[in-house]
C-alpha cells in the first residue's frame, strides 16, 4: 500500500515527487563555424591521453555550475540579465596549454577580457547568487588532457596567437552532463538587447 501523507526529501505532500536540482552553469555558445576552427586547433592531438572536445560542446563559461531546484526561475533570471546587455564581439587571441604550462590540464583557446564581457559576467554572477574568486581569465577547453600533460605539451607543442572572434547576440543557461558522460544540453538561449534571434554572423 502507498503510504499517505508526509513529506521525504523528493517530494510533497501529496507525494508527487520533486525533480532533482539540475547542475546548471551560463556560458557563451560558440558559434558552429568558429567552433569548428578552434576544434581543427586539438587534431594533433588525436590518438594520445586526451580527451578532445566536440565543436557542439565548445562554450565559454561565465557562471561555473550549480545545483538549480528551479530551471523556470533560473531561465527568467537570465532573461531580465540579457535584456540589460547589447551584443558585443568575442575575440580569442592565444591557443595553448593551461592552466600551468609545466603541468598543464587543458589545451584551451585563451579571449579577451573586454568591459562588455566582464560586465555581462559580473551582471550573471550577481543575479545568481553567484561568486567565483578566481581571476577571470576567458576561454574554451578544446581537449582535456588525461595522461601525464607535460610529456604531451613537449612532444606536440601547440601555443601561438589567434585571430578569431564573433559576435555574441545571446547567453545560455547550460546543462552540465551527469557523471561520466558526455555532452552539454542548452536549456535555454536567450537573445541579448536588440539582437536578432537568427544573427550569429561572425566578424
Avoid at 560558440?30 to 591521453?49: H, K, T, Y
Avoid at 600533460?149 to 543557461?173: C, D, M, T, W, Y
Avoid at 542548452?186 to 566578424?203: M, N, Y
Wanted: glycine content about 8%; hydrophobic content about 45%.
Amino acid at each position: 500500500m502507498e503510504p499517505t501523507g508526509g513529506t521525504s526529501g523528493t517530494g510533497t505532500a501529496t507525494g508527487v515527487a520533486r525533480p532533482p536540482p539540475a547542475r546548471v552553469f551560463v556560458a557563451l555558445k560558440i558559434a558552429s563555424d568558429l567552433a569548428q576552427e578552434l576544434v581543427g586547433l586539438s587534431a594533433s592531438l588525436e590518438g594520445l591521453a586526451v580527451r578532445r572536445v566536440a565543436a557542439a560542446d565548445i562554450h565559454l563559461t561565465l557562471v561555473p555550475p550549480w545545483s538549480e531546484p528551479s530551471v523556470s526561475d533560473a531561465m527568467a533570471k537570465l532573461g531580465v540579465v540579457a535584456a540589460l546587455h547589447a551584443p558585443f564581439k568575442l575575440a580569442f587571441w592565444h591557443v595553448g596549454y593551461g592552466p600551468e604550462p609545466k603541468r598543464p590540464r587543458f589545451l584551451w583557446a585563451e579571449g579577451t577580457a573586454s568591459t562588455d564581457l566582464e560586465e555581462l559576467r559580473a551582471a550573471l554572477l550577481a543575479a545568481f547568487g553567484q561568486t567565483d574568486e578566481r581571476p577571470f581569465l576567458p576561454h574554451v577547453t578544446l581537449a582535456r588532457i588525461r595522461g601525464n600533460g607535460a610529456a604531451i605539451a613537449r612532444k606536440h607543442p601547440i601555443n601561438r596567437n589567434l585571430a578569431l572572434s564573433q559576435q555574441v547576440v545571446s547567453v545560455e543557461l547550460m546543462q552540465s552532463p551527469p557523471s561520466g558522460g558526455a555532452g552539454y544540453i542548452v536549456l535555454a538561449s536567450v537573445p541579448l538587447a536588440a539582437a536578432a534571434p537568427a544573427d550569429e554572423s561572425r566578424i
